[in-house]
């Protein structure tokens, strides 16, 4: 993949990520509506095991595809990621059956349960993952 933007299908994009906050959802949309959606912003992507990731960005893509668009402009993440993280996340993705952002229209949830199934279930991975690095040190 280039180091520009690209224009994807929605549906080739994984998940690296549970659920959705209904309330965030709704301010994207409405923020959305208001501009061109061919000036919006690139969503961030990695490669993962020969498919795009998005590392971030799921509200906007689950935004652009209820608006009935079928492609998003994505560019390579320049971050560096936790890759034992993300591969935990999409696997947890995968056995959940979502693999585009469509899956997640059933996973929209009050901003209180977004942050109870997934803000708190990523902290405790990381402070899980981050115990596993320091007792192998």
Known sequence: M????????LALLQPSQLYLSAERLEQILAWIKSVNPDELEPLPVKELDGHLMLTDGHHRAYAVHSLGRRQIKVIPDPD?????AYRI?????L?????????LKSRIVNEEDFDLLWNKRCDELH?????QRCASD
């Open 2 to 9: 280039s180091d520009t933007a690209t224009l994807v299908d």
């Open 127 to 131: 402070q899980f993952l981050e115990e």
């Open 80 to 84: 560096e990621l936790d890759w034992e």
């Open 95 to 103: 056995e959940d059956g979502i693999r585009s952002v469509m899956d």
């Open 89 to 93: 996340c999409v696997q947890w993705c």
